[in-house]
């Protein structure tokens, strides 16, 4: 087989919950798997193995790990890579900070996150995280298109069992605000790469008196290749945002702010920072100055604020000023009342593509500091993709909430592959030093854009890759063949971007013959087709850009299934391999919480059964190993055996919990493989394997639930003890020796 370093499968090490729910489910794969000979290996793409990874040179022997990331990141460009991806941290600048914390408790010797670099060794330390910070891990991985959306059993068992729905009501105020002019949307250009412009592009700042500042260069762009540049007017953003502080509170509305500042790095963390300023204009006004020489960021969010400020000089009086501004503005939207945590503590607590789903299948509810649901103003500043959540709202408020057990399903198609679009856009963003002008400039010197900025403005460039667009109409002309259903590109003619990326695909569905099974429709028009479609129970594929790919494989999953940790999502390597992620979801931090305090585990690993059973399917396929392809199906049957038994987790202590729900799991995949009849080989030794699981029940299960209620010890949050992880995680002595 091809190098995948010995390995026939590799599953991620990632964080939180996920991470958790593998020290209990990797070994029922690795047992299995052996059985058809295939190896499950792993590599650490974790918040706190990236760091480790990033300081070898500080670290002991015993401390050091590779950088397993880069390694991963070349496997998936080899034709036989099979990887399954489960979702792992993307780090705000609290959460890394944390975690540098608590690594250096546990004896590692890790310089701190410099907020300020001064000297040389800071300079280099903040380079190496800030290469860990944010999204540095999905679009390394992503070398391909997705595909994502809920496996057949999946979407019935959801309309067998729907789940609750809030309601909405016709006099819900609930609202999205964003911006009219000055946002990247307005200010887009967009272009197709000639052959003669292809090549290393650079990126330069003019300043007014003629000084030129190159930002970057050696920005590669092959021929054919979309490339758009834009910018956030920091002035435009300003006066928004203060608008919309003054505008909530006369309406009565809760003040949120739904960014990604994970996925956006640079930018969004910014747009963060202005919104925390707006929202204490008062207090910035007064202390701005103060604040900043004790080296608060607003960036970091107010959580990090109040702690830097209590240690400051004449902090106590500044810490009243916030409190009495916090009272005199509308009420925030909270991520949790009972602890205090607002929308402005943390900038990856509230991430857009899960904070806006859940709002709205609450029936348009946030919750306020009173712990109580109440009507919000959702802002989105960018008005790029903030007509999806707009439109699903008007929609919901005429026709009340989408009925689970009725309603058909929205798959997508999304371009991914080689970080397109916005989501690969990092390395070309900047926040502008002064007034003057930013400029694209080709190889071979064509000004591609030029904007006219000022200081603060957020400006970036993105690209879109020729191979990686006629791949992703590919997929979807494949994938609406298969379904014969409604099928629509999410592309707005208005917009440069996706005027170019039309260019592209009306062409190929033209060459294909297949232009009468395609619309092509803005985002706003494309969310009411598609909710129409799905509430006569319909099927419509939404093929988008990156950006909507994310958002709309959360949001319509968590209409229509409750949660997107179900979906099955599918990345076809453009080079060959497979990628399977799990889900479409996060890492729920929110689920660890609960463990330690309560032992319980409520992650539901369905999206990793998914992946898994896909995985060996594509394992089967691509290496002729039959047996792995048996092994794929009987884990399709499984699946299916843990939703029609039930045994999926649930919320509360005592309940089946991700523990109890893998125990199932093996249950129903030895049976399954007991029973069938293609390998009589691997029937006869999965045979006893499912008498023994079958037979022992009631005493794993009261093995499983044994330290359910109390709270458990993990020893870390961000690098968790492996044996007590184990510990916590295998509680059953019984099903461990069956499986081992
Ligand atoms: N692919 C990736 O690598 C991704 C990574 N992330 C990262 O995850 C972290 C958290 O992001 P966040 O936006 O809060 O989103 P999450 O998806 O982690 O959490 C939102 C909520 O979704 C529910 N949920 C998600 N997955 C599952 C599951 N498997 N089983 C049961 N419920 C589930 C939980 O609801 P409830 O609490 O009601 O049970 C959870 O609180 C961030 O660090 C983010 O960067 C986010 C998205 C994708
Ligand atoms: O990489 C990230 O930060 C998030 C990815 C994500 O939300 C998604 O792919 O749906
Ligand atoms: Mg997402």
């Given at each position: 087989?091809?190098?995948?370093?010995?390995?026939?499968?590799?599953?991620?090490?990632?964080?939180?919950?996920?991470?958790?729910?593998?020290?209990?489910?990797?070994?029922?794969?690795?047992?299995?798997?052996?059985?058809?000979?295939?190896?499950?290996?792993?590599?650490?793409?974790?918040?706190?193995?990236?760091?480790?990874?990033?300081?070898?040179?500080?670290?002991?022997?015993?401390?050091?790990?590779?950088?397993?990331?880069?390694?991963?990141g070349?496997?998936?460009?080899?034709?036989?890579?099979?990887?399954?991806?489960?979702?792992?941290?993307s780090?705000?600048?609290?959460?890394?900070?944390?975690?540098?914390?608590?690594?250096?408790?546990?004896?590692?010797?890790?310089?701190?996150?410099?907020?300020?670099?001064?000297?040389?060794?800071?300079?280099?330390?903040?380079?190496?995280?800030?290469?860990?910070?944010g999204s540095a891990v999905n679009p390394v991985l992503r070398e391909g298109n997705s595909?994502?959306?809920?496996?057949?059993?999946?979407?019935?068992?959801?309309?067998?069992?729907?789940?609750?729905?809030?309601?909405?009501?016709?006099?819900?105020?609930?609202?999205?605000?964003?911006?009219?002019?000055?946002?990247f949307?307005?200010?887009?250009?967009s272009?197709?790469?000639?052959?003669?412009?292809?090549?290393?592009a650079?990126i330069?700042?003019?300043?007014?008196?003629?000084?030129?500042?190159?930002?970057k260069?050696?920005v590669d762009y092959p021929?054919?290749t979309v490339v758009d540049a834009t910018?956030?007017?920091?002035?435009?953003?300003?006066?928004?945002?203060?608008?919309?502080?003054?505008?909530?509170?006369?309406?009565?509305?809760?003040?949120?702010?739904?960014?990604k500042?994970t996925m956006m790095k640079v930018s969004d963390?910014?747009?963060?920072?202005?919104?925390?300023?707006?929202?204490?204009?008062?207090?910035?006004?007064?202390?701005?100055?103060?604040?900043?020489?004790?080296?608060?960021?607003?960036?970091?969010?107010?959580?990090?604020?109040?702690?830097?400020?209590?240690?400051?000089?004449?902090?106590?009086?500044?810490?009243?000023?916030?409190?009495?501004?916090?009272?005199?503005?509308?009420?925030?939207?909270?991520?949790?009342?009972?602890?205090?945590?607002?929308?402005?503590?943390?900038?990856?607590?509230?991430?857009?593509?899960?904070?806006?789903?859940?709002?709205?299948?609450?029936?348009?509810?946030?919750?306020?500091?009173?712990?109580?649901?109440?009507?919000?103003?959702?802002?989105?500043?960018?008005?790029?993709?903030?007509?999806?959540?707009?439109?699903?709202?008007?929609?919901?408020?005429?026709?009340?909430?989408?009925?689970?057990?009725?309603?058909?399903?929205?798959?997508?198609?999304g371009l991914m592959a080689q970080k397109a679009e916005e989501y690969g856009s990092h390395p070309t963003t900047?926040?502008?030093?002064?007034?003057?002008?930013?400029?694209?400039?080709?190889?071979?010197?064509?000004?591609?854009?030029?904007?006219?900025?000022?200081?603060?403005?957020?400006?970036r460039a993105a690209s879109t890759r020729k191979a990686a667009i006629?791949?992703w109409?590919?997929?979807?002309?494949?994938?609406?063949?298969?379904?014969?259903?409604?099928?629509?590109?999410?592309?707005?003619?208005?917009?440069?971007h996706?005027?170019?990326l039309?260019?592209?695909?009306?062409?190929?569905?033209?060459?294909?013959?297949?232009?009468?099974?395609?619309?092509?429709?803005?985002?706003?028009?494309?969310?009411?087709?598609?909710?129409?479609?799905?509430?006569?129970?319909?099927?419509?594929?939404?093929?988008?850009g990156n950006v909507?790919r994310d958002?709309?494989?959360?949001?319509?999953?968590?209409?229509?299934?409750?949660?997107?940790?179900?979906?099955?999502?599918?990345?076809?390597?453009m080079?060959?391999?497979?990628?399977?992620?799990?889900?479409?979801?996060?890492?729920?931090?929110?689920?660890?919480?609960?463990?330690?305090?309560?032992?319980?585990?409520?992650?539901?690993?369905?999206?990793?059964?998914?992946?898994?059973?896909?995985?060996?399917?594509?394992?089967?396929?691509?290496?002729?190993?039959?047996?792995?392809?048996?092994?794929?199906?009987?884990?399709?049957?499984?699946?299916?055996?843990?939703?029609?038994?039930?045994?999926?987790?649930?919320?509360?202590?005592?309940?089946?919990?991700?523990?109890?729900?893998?125990?199932?799991?093996?249950?129903?995949?030895?049976?399954?493989?007991?029973?069938?009849?293609?390998?009589?080989?691997?029937?006869?030794?999965?045979?006893?394997?499912?008498?023994?699981?079958?037979?022992?029940?009631?005493?794993?299960?009261?093995?499983?639930?044994?330290?359910?209620?109390?709270?458990?010890?993990?020893?870390?949050?961000?690098?968790?003890?492996?044996?007590?992880?184990?510990?916590?995680?295998?509680?059953?002595?019984?099903?461990?020796?069956?499986?081992?």
């Amino acid at each position: 087989m091809t190098d995948q370093t010995a390995s026939d499968i590799i599953v991620t090490k990632v964080d939180e919950a996920p991470q958790l729910a593998s020290a209990s489910l990797l070994p029922v794969i690795r047992s299995f798997a052996a059985a058809a000979g295939v190896s499950v290996g792993t590599r650490d793409i974790s918040l706190a193995g990236r760091i480790i990874a990033a300081f070898p040179e500080r670290l002991t022997e015993a401390q050091r790990q590779p950088d397993d990331l880069a390694d991963l990141g070349r496997l998936v460009t080899l034709p036989g890579a099979n990887v399954i991806k489960l979702p792992n941290i993307s780090a705000s600048v609290p959460q890394l900070v944390a975690a540098v914390r608590e690594l250096q408790a546990q004896g590692y010797d890790l310089p701190d996150y410099p907020e300020a670099p001064a000297t040389p060794e800071e300079v280099e330390s903040r380079r190496r995280y800030d290469a860990i910070k944010g999204s540095a891990v999905n679009p390394v991985l992503r070398e391909g298109n997705s595909d994502r959306r809920a496996a057949v059993a999946v979407k019935n068992y959801a309309k067998a069992n729907p789940h609750s729905m809030g309601r909405w009501s016709a006099d819900c105020k609930t609202r999205v605000s964003t911006m009219a002019q000055g946002d990247f949307r307005s200010n887009e250009r967009s272009v197709t790469l000639t052959a003669a412009q292809a090549g290393k592009a650079r990126i330069e700042h003019v300043g007014l008196d003629g000084t030129v500042r190159v930002l970057k260069q050696g920005v590669d762009y092959p021929a054919g290749t979309v490339v758009d540049a834009t910018f956030m007017s920091a002035r435009a953003l300003r006066a928004f945002l203060a608008e919309q502080v003054d505008a909530t509170q006369a309406a009565g509305l809760l003040f949120s702010i739904h960014l990604k500042a994970t996925m956006m790095k640079v930018s969004d963390p910014i747009i963060f920072g202005h919104a925390v300023k707006a929202f204490l204009a008062p207090v910035f006004d007064r202390h701005g100055a103060a604040m900043q020489a004790a080296g608060i960021d607003a960036n970091s969010g107010l959580g990090v604020m109040l702690e830097r400020i209590a240690d400051m000089a004449g902090g106590a009086a500044i810490l009243a000023e916030i409190e009495a501004t916090l009272k005199a503005r509308a009420p925030l939207y909270m991520v949790n009342s009972d602890r205090g945590i607002t929308n402005l503590h943390v900038p990856s607590d509230v991430i857009v593509d899960a904070s806006m789903p859940a709002l709205i299948r609450a029936g348009g509810k946030g919750w306020g500091p009173d712990g109580k649901a109440a009507d919000t103003n959702c802002i989105i500043p960018d008005s790029s993709y903030a007509a999806v959540y707009d439109e699903t709202i008007a929609y919901f408020k005429e026709t009340g909430a989408l009925d689970p057990a009725t309603a058909g399903t929205v798959q997508n198609i999304g371009l991914m592959a080689q970080k397109a679009e916005e989501y690969g856009s990092h390395p070309t963003t900047f926040e502008i030093a002064s007034d003057g002008v930013v400029r694209l400039i080709a190889a071979n010197g064509d000004v591609l854009h030029e904007h006219a900025v000022e200081a603060g403005d957020i400006w970036r460039a993105a690209s879109t890759r020729k191979a990686a667009i006629e791949d992703w109409v590919r997929l979807a002309i494949d994938r609406q063949r298969a379904e014969g259903c409604e099928a629509i590109f999410w592309l707005d003619r208005d917009r440069p971007h996706d005027a170019e990326l039309i260019g592209y695909v009306e062409p190929i569905l033209a060459a294909a013959g297949v232009t009468d099974r395609f619309a092509v429709l803005a985002p706003r028009a494309a969310t009411r087709r598609s909710f129409e479609t799905i509430r006569k129970g319909g099927t419509s594929i939404a093929i988008t850009g990156n950006v909507l790919r994310d958002y709309l494989t959360d949001l319509f999953p968590i209409l229509e299934l409750g949660t997107s940790a179900k979906m099955l999502s599918i990345v076809k390597l453009m080079n060959g391999g497979g990628l399977f992620e799990t889900g479409a979801g996060g890492s729920a931090p929110k689920h660890v919480q609960q463990l330690v305090e309560e032992n319980h585990l409520r992650w539901d690993s369905l999206g990793e059964f998914c992946a898994l059973g896909e995985s060996l399917k594509f394992l089967g396929e691509t290496t002729g190993n039959d047996k792995a392809r048996i092994l794929g199906a009987a884990v399709d049957v499984a699946t299916q055996g843990v939703l029609d038994h039930d045994r999926s987790p649930q919320g509360k202590a005592g309940q089946t919990d991700n523990r109890d729900s893998h125990f199932y799991f093996a249950l129903y995949w030895a049976q399954a493989l007991a029973t069938q009849t293609e390998s009589p080989e691997l029937a006869a030794r999965f045979a006893p394997v499912a008498e023994a699981l079958a037979a022992n029940e009631a005493v794993i299960c009261a093995e499983l639930a044994a330290g359910q209620g109390s709270p458990a010890d993990l020893g870390g949050y961000y690098h968790t003890d492996a044996a007590k992880t184990v510990a916590v995680m295998r509680p059953s002595a019984t099903f461990n020796r069956i499986i081992g």
